[in-house]
């Protein structure tokens, strides 16, 4: 099995922003606030491009991996 490999992306975003994503971190079911960014972009990436997401998150089996 091949070890799987992260990748750092750093952003920044207007103080605002971050304060208003703690605020939905505390509130939802998010574990931090890079949690809720992961999953994210995931989302955005499975409305503008289903097939890519299919491709990248989805395994032969139907199982997500991301």
């Known amino acids: ?22 605020k939905v971190v505390e509130r939802d079911t998010h ?7 992961r999953d994210a972009i995931r989302e955005k990436i499975q409305r503008d491009a289903p097939d890519l997401y299919k491709q990248l998150f989805v395994s032969e089996g139907g199982k997500h991996e991301g």
Do not use: W
């Not at 099995?1 to 207007?14: C, H, L, Q, T």
């Not at 574990?31 to 960014?37: I, Q, S, T």
């Open 1 to 22: 099995m091949e070890k799987r490999r992260d990748a750092y992306i750093g952003v920044r975003v207007p103080r605002t922003l971050k304060e208003l994503i703690q």
């Open 31 to 37: 574990l931090n606030e890079a949690d809720f960014v």
